[in-house]
């Protein structure tokens, strides 16, 4: 199957039915991240119990591109710990962006699929916003939008 009927197979997929879809209560964790170009919205709780994150959920109304990312990294990452959350973060972001080489060692494994976003400039937020929200929440920040100066989605903008 060429690549890009695969992204779009699994996005496809994701979006029909979200995994980990719904809201945890009580979490230790919460964060919301928002995408003003787009409308994007989602509210990620976490339960992360001596550094492993025990379970994950997210909610909210994004386009399809978010919320199969959102459905993936919440797969990706429950079971795991803090740290290879935050692995998994700074891999997911350099995918998006072109700078990961996927013939290297990495962690992603099926997110791979998410590497054509790089030729999508408009679209790359988009498939970040899942990522920057878990980091938001597992960092105790409470809410993050893709156009916060102060955030490291800015490198992305200056690409767009």
Not at 53 to 65: H, L, P, R
Not at 99 to 114: A, C, E, M, S
Request: with cysteine; hydrophobic share 35%; charged share 20%.
């Amino acid at each position: 199957m060429h690549s890009n009927s695969l992204y779009q197979e699994v996005i496809l997929d994701h979006n029909r039915k979200p995994r980990n879809y719904g809201k945890l209560n009580p979490a230790s964790h919460h964060a919301i991240g928002h995408n003003p170009l787009c409308g994007d919205r989602l509210d990620i709780t976490l339960q992360v119990e001596d550094e492993r994150i025990s379970a994950v959920a997210f909610e909210g109304e994004s386009c399809a591109i978010c919320k199969a990312s959102a459905s993936m990294m919440t797969t990706a990452i429950k079971g795991k710990t803090r740290s290879d959350a935050e692995m998994l973060i700074a891999e997911f972001r350099e995918l998006a962006t072109g700078k990961l080489d996927i013939n290297q060692p990495h962690h992603l494994g099926r997110l791979t699929v998410f590497s054509g976003i790089q030729d999508l400039p408009t679209r790359v937020k988009c498939a970040i916003l899942p990522w920057h929200t878990l980091q938001a929440a597992l960092n105790s920040v409470s809410n993050v939008s893709t156009e916060d100066t102060s955030n490291d989605l800015q490198a992305v903008s200056s690409q767009s």
